[in-house]
């Protein structure tokens, strides 16, 4: 597996860095056209990485997320969902995956600028496009190899992603454009220099960032043997419906404020009607988000309940998520709301626990899960087992 890792990244560098040598010494290439390849590769290499992450199997060891983060609620979730072929999508991946792509949407406008300012002469398109098709074929390679050595099976999201190694090829980006803004033009020879620079860090990329913990495994208590004393299952339409009801207020909290931004500036150049066409598809991009998120987080639940506990079962990911354990349940009860009469669905059921409530939307057949769950229910049994409680909602 090393002599195999070995070549790989051998060639990796030589197809991602070749043509970019012989484009600096040969071709004398000004320093804009190497920024140009090392941004496109950052860019490159984020999108492969963020792919890569939604396959990453092991748990990540820092779990700490930014809960602004789209789908940042993901996080809890256990299991994966499998797709044809492929191996399974991780939903606890999805937040960091979006926060790295989040990252290059903001990361990109400024690198423009700096390309920009610094190409005082036209690029060299002929040779620029060469270099550009061996960095896409060395990522290409390492996308390849991901998968046929099944690397996903030991990586964690973020060493999946690559941070990095794209974090290096931007820092040699930025620090080269400001070197080229401050004294002008840049001798060939230290243009290869950077390029054999960056292939050393090519040859390091790969297995970087893996981790010493054990392959993730779910530790969310499985069901008993027996069969459960009821099932109750979430409306699922009636939860998907209420979902974008908020999507506008969404555009004034981080990081939908971005999509405001882009929402005045179109206005500001489009006039009243482009702005206005920009505002209703951005409210309705952050809807469509809302559904798909609470879709992936709630849509699929169900609760199966058994004399000694409530567990948390996810249709969609085949997976437990979590369970409490009756005898900490002190009281089971339905929720009043002003929206009750226009919202689709039932009343929220609240499960109080000690110190803790726990409230369950659109859920079917409420008044019978009150009737089972609570203390004293049809189903109530205090003989202790082994749980944990359920993830805050």
Same mark, same amino acid.
């Given at each position: 597996?090393?002599?195999?890792?070995?070549?790989?990244?051998?060639?990796?560098?030589?197809?991602?860095?070749?043509?970019?040598?012989?484009?600096?010494?040969?071709?004398?290439?000004?320093?804009?056209?190497?920024?140009?390849?090392?941004?496109?590769?950052?860019?490159?290499?984020?999108?492969?990485?963020?792919?890569?992450?939604?396959?990453?199997?092991?748990?990540?060891?820092?779990?700490?997320?930014?809960?602004?983060?789209?789908?940042?609620?993901?996080?809890?979730?256990?299991?994966?969902?499998?797709?044809? @072929? $492929?191996?399974?999508?991780?939903?606890?991946? !999805?937040? +960091?995956? =979006? /926060?790295? %792509?989040? #990252?290059? &949407?903001?990361?990109?406008?400024?690198?423009?600028?700096?390309?920009?300012?610094?190409?005082?002469?036209?690029? @060299? $398109?002929?040779?620029?496009?060469?270099?550009? !098709?061996? +960095?896409? =074929? /060395?990522? %290409?390679? #390492?996308? &390849?190899?991901?998968?046929?050595?099944?690397?996903?099976?030991?990586?964690?999201?973020?060493?999946?992603?690559?941070?990095?190694?794209?974090?290096?090829?931007?820092?040699?980006?930025?620090?080269? /454009?400001?070197?080229? #803004?401050?004294?002008?033009?840049?001798?060939?020879?230290?243009?290869?220099?950077?390029?054999?620079?960056?292939?050393?860090?090519?040859?390091?990329?790969?297995?970087?960032?893996?981790?010493?913990?054990?392959?993730?495994?779910?530790?969310?208590?499985?069901?008993?043997?027996?069969?459960?004393?009821?099932?109750?299952?979430?409306?699922?339409?009636?939860?998907?419906?209420?979902?974008?009801?908020?999507?506008?207020?969404?555009?004034?909290?981080?990081?939908?404020?971005?999509?405001?931004?882009?929402?005045?500036?179109?206005?500001?150049?489009?006039?009243?009607?482009?702005?206005?066409?920009?505002?209703?598809?951005?409210?309705?991009?952050?809807?469509?988000?809302?559904?798909?998120?609470?879709?992936?987080?709630?849509?699929?639940?169900?609760?199966?309940?058994?004399?000694?506990?409530?567990?948390?079962?996810?249709?969609?990911?085949?997976?437990?998520?979590?369970?409490?354990?009756?005898?900490?349940?002190?009281?089971?009860?339905?929720?009043?709301?002003?929206?009750?009469?226009?919202?689709?669905?039932?009343?929220?059921?609240?499960?109080?626990?000690?110190?803790?409530?726990?409230?369950?939307?659109?859920?079917?057949?409420?008044?019978?899960?009150?009737?089972?769950?609570?203390?004293?229910?049809?189903?109530?049994?205090?003989?202790?087992?082994?749980?944990?409680?359920?993830?805050?909602?």
């Amino acid at each position: 597996m090393i002599a195999s890792d070995w070549r790989v990244r051998v060639l990796r560098s030589i197809l991602a860095n070749a043509g970019v040598l012989v484009g600096v010494v040969a071709f004398d290439w000004p320093a804009a056209a190497l920024l140009v390849v090392f941004l496109i590769e950052a860019a490159v290499a984020t999108l492969r990485g963020a792919v890569q992450g939604l396959f990453a199997r092991r748990d990540p060891i820092e779990t700490a997320l930014d809960d602004r983060l789209p789908a940042a609620s993901w996080s809890a979730k256990s299991g994966g969902v499998s797709i044809g @072929p $492929l191996p399974p999508i991780y939903p606890r991946n !999805v937040p +960091v995956v =979006l /926060g790295g %792509l989040l #990252a290059v &949407v903001l990361f990109w406008p400024i690198a423009g600028l700096v390309v920009v300012a610094t190409a005082d002469t036209g690029l @060299p $398109l002929a040779s620029l496009a060469v270099g550009i !098709v061996g +960095v896409l =074929l /060395g990522q %290409l390679v #390492a996308a &390849v190899d991901y998968v046929r050595a099944a690397r996903y099976t030991d990586d964690t999201v973020r060493s999946a992603m690559g941070r990095r190694y794209v974090a290096g090829v931007v820092v040699l980006a930025l620090g080269g /454009g400001i070197v080229l #803004a401050e004294y002008g033009a840049v001798p060939a020879a230290l243009l290869a220099g950077v390029v054999l620079a960056k292939s050393i860090v090519d040859l390091g990329e790969i297995g970087t960032e893996t981790t010493t913990r054990d392959v993730w495994e779910d530790d969310d208590p499985e069901p008993p043997a027996a069969d459960p004393v009821a099932v109750f299952a979430v409306d699922r339409r009636s939860l998907l419906v209420r979902a974008p009801g908020l999507a506008p207020l969404f555009l004034f909290v981080p990081p939908y404020l971005l999509l405001v931004f882009v929402v005045a500036v179109v206005g500001l150049l489009g006039g009243l009607w482009a702005g206005t066409a920009a505002l209703t598809l951005a409210v309705g991009l952050v809807g469509v988000g809302r559904v798909v998120a609470v879709d992936v987080l709630r849509g699929h639940r169900e609760y199966h309940v058994y004399p000694n506990r409530v567990v948390v079962y996810d249709r969609l990911l085949e997976t437990p998520q979590c369970s409490v354990r009756r005898k900490t349940i002190t009281d089971v009860h339905t929720e009043n709301s002003l929206l009750d009469r226009v919202r689709p669905g039932s009343r929220t059921v609240v499960v109080s626990t000690v110190g803790t409530d726990h409230r369950l939307h659109a859920l079917r057949r409420p008044a019978a899960f009150v009737d089972t769950v609570a203390p004293g229910g049809r189903a109530d049994d205090r003989e202790d087992a082994r749980a944990r409680d359920w993830y805050g909602e």
